[in-house]
């Protein structure tokens, strides 16, 4: 049985729709879907009453719900203890950061910041963006980096966690250009001649975006999903090598497009082929932190106080942030 089942069938419980909880999951619903079988399979009971609308748990699957609930606190509660005892005495500032951020944004931002605010220790974990998320809220990182735009925004409570906005960052469409410097495919495209396309997997965050870009162009545009892949990294490196168009972030771009080994793949009267997503920093509210189980040991032990890096890091950020 994986912790990932009780996380899905949990959200599952809350949200009582499968297309909804495999949204917020950041998976397929045929994958969701499967995820709560091998669930119910390891229960050997039918934990879920699919003959409902909205979804509902089957008596069974209430037994289960409020065990998970515990399980999953107790599970995440114990993690931060072990992460506690591991870095209490490195003054190493933890962040969690989306995969593609991870490779395009944060090496700059970090040179830009060691330049300005001086040197620091950090640790960086790559995850998906459900998962980075995960990780400020079990409290298993100091601060989380990730893309929002209003369309997509993550669901982090206000009241529970701050946020400082680090920039803006712009997702464009990218070719590899010919001998004359024109991009080998040029969007819109013809009906009869899609370009071909390198696309997103379904789920990835930027891919929601690059939907959203298409639903809102002044003309139809015509593509072919030749490939796919959850980076951007990856889909860079095929435009590179001129198998077809990519919707790429201005910073995983801006060398290549100084050194002309891409080009801009819209032409200049399709100027809605663009969107703006602002990269923004979270921590948890040093008062939430605090407050958290009052007496208990996880929080005697490990949210005592922000450690001081990360909190000078923090009130930096608050003046300094979107300059750097």
Known sequence: METKWLEDFVSLAETRSFSRSAQLRHVTQPAFSRRIQSLETWAGSDLVDRSSYPTRLTPAGETLHDQ???ILQTLQTTRAMLRGHATAAQDVIEFA???????????AWVTALR???GPIKSRLIALNVHDAVMRLVEGSCDLLIAYHHSSQPNQLDADRYEMVSLGQEVLAPYAKPDEHGKPLFELPGKAGRPLPYLGYAQGAYLGQMVELILKHSSAPIHFDRVYETDMAEGLKAMALEGHGVAFLPMSAVRKDLRAHKLVSAAPPELKDLSITMEVRAYRERPIHREALKPGSHAARHTHDT???NAQALWDYLLT???SL
């Open 306 to 308: 922000p450690k001081h």
């Open 97 to 107: 950061v989306p995969h593609t951020l991870a490779f395009t944004f944060f090496p």
């Open 68 to 70: 998970a609930i515990e």
């Open 115 to 117: 330049a300005s605010f």
């Open 320 to 322: 300094h942030g979107g």
